[in-house]
T-cell receptor, first 111, second 113 residues
Framework: GQQLNQSPQSMFIQEGEDVSMNCTSSSIFNTWLWYKQDPGEGPVLLIALYKAGELTSNGRLTAQFGITRKDSFLNISASIPSDVGIYFCAGSGSGTYKYIFGTGTRLKVLA | SQTIHQWPATLVQPVGSPLSLECTVEGTSNPNLYWYRQAAGRGLQLLFY??????ISSEVPQNLSASRPQDRQFILSSKKLLLSDSGFYLCAWSGGANTGELFFGEGSRLTVL
């Protein structure tokens, strides 16, 4: 099935560092969603974006809807051990009920 | 508030046996409902979605089927499981009207032996 390109695939960082990840699509999206998934659990919605250029924060997390509407970015500031997990982006275009997911970024935080 | 629940959480089934996973949503009406599958260490693949009772859209040809007998109930089924059906199955809902936030259930781990 169709998937978004998400990078990096995985990353190790030191506690306290900032993290950046992004998703790109060949199609224009009207909605971008960012999720965190812990092992054995369903993904939890972190941030939803609905307008090109929109910048939205949720605590230490900030996400942006790219101007071209074909990409989105997630930043985590001052990472802590509980930030460990897999982060997914998802997008949905006009006239569709479908959400397409990125391949995920596996984040590991070194204390 | 809205909640979504799916069961069973874990299932071990022999090849050739039937499957039924159930998902219900509470606190909303006429939701869009979705079934995704996640292979180990992989992303989420959309299997089916439904925008109303009895309306099912299939995304990939496979050994599975879905049904929506009630507004807030979504069922994933198979008549005869294959080894390749093993995975983590996730039900999700959104509030309808094209796009918006998508919320997931806890997931169901299926192992076919």
């Amino acid at each position: 099935g169709q998937q978004l390109n998400q990078s990096p695939q995985s990353m190790f960082i030191q506690e306290g560092e900032d993290v950046s990840m992004n998703c790109t699509s060949s199609s224009i999206f009207n909605t971008w969603l960012w999720y965190k998934q812990d092992p054995g659990e369903g993904p939890v919605l972190l941030i939803a974006l609905y307008k090109a250029g929109e910048l939205t924060s949720n605590g230490r997390l900030t996400a942006q809807f790219g101007i071209t509407r074909k990409d989105s970015f997630l930043n985590i500031s001052a990472s802590i051990p509980s930030d460990v997990g897999i982060y997914f982006c998802a997008g949905s275009g006009s006239g569709t009920y479908k959400y397409i997911f990125g391949t995920g970024t596996r984040l590991k935080v070194l204390a | 508030s809205q909640t979504i629940h799916q069961w069973p959480a874990t299932l071990v089934q022999p090849v050739g046996s039937p499957l039924s996973l159930e998902c219900t949503v509470e606190g909303t009406s006429n939701p869009n409902l979705y079934w995704y599958r996640q292979a180990a260490g992989r992303g989420l693949q959309l299997l089916f979605y439904s925008v109303g009772i009895g309306q099912i859209s299939s995304e990939v040809p496979q050994n599975l089927s879905a049904s929506r007998p009630q507004d807030r109930q979504f069922i994933l089924s198979s008549k005869k499981l294959l080894l390749s059906d093993s995975g983590f199955y996730l039900c999700a809902w959104s509030g309808g009207a094209n796009t918006g936030e998508l919320f997931f259930g806890e997931g169901s781990r299926l192992t076919v032996l």
